[in-house]
């Protein structure tokens, strides 16, 4: 991986925290759906390294997908200020 300004290459190519969650038809009983967590690094928008684990899904596991929700966060964003709005001390 190579940098850039102190940066890895996968950040500078908006490269993004991905959570997908992943509804699925069990095996056994396929009238039950499950969900699995998926967490990973991707290209937004294509993800292709979702994509791919998708298709991997779909070729070597049993469970039908049902269903996929993805939410993204960008790694490297401004900084945020949130203030409080009490001020508590313990003694």
């Known amino acids: 991986m ?5 940066l890895k290459a996968e ?3 908006d490269y993004r925290l991905i959570m ?3 509804i699925y038809h069990m095996p056994d009983n396929p009238g039950l ?3 699995f ?11 292709p390294v979702l994509h791919n684990f998708l298709d991997f899904w779909q070729r070597n596991l049993e469970g039908k997908l049902h269903s996929v929700y993805v939410d993204s966060q960008r790694i490297i964003t401004p900084g945020e200020y949130k ?3 009490m001020q ?3 003694q």
């Open 11 to 13: 950040f500078v190519k």
């Open 33 to 35: 759906l499950q969900s």
């Open 37 to 47: 967590i998926w967490n990973e690094m991707d290209i937004a928008p294509r993800y």
């Open 88 to 90: 508590l001390t313990l």
């Open 20 to 22: 997908a969650e992943i």
């Open 2 to 6: 190579t940098e850039w300004n102190g």
């Open 83 to 85: 203030y409080a709005q």
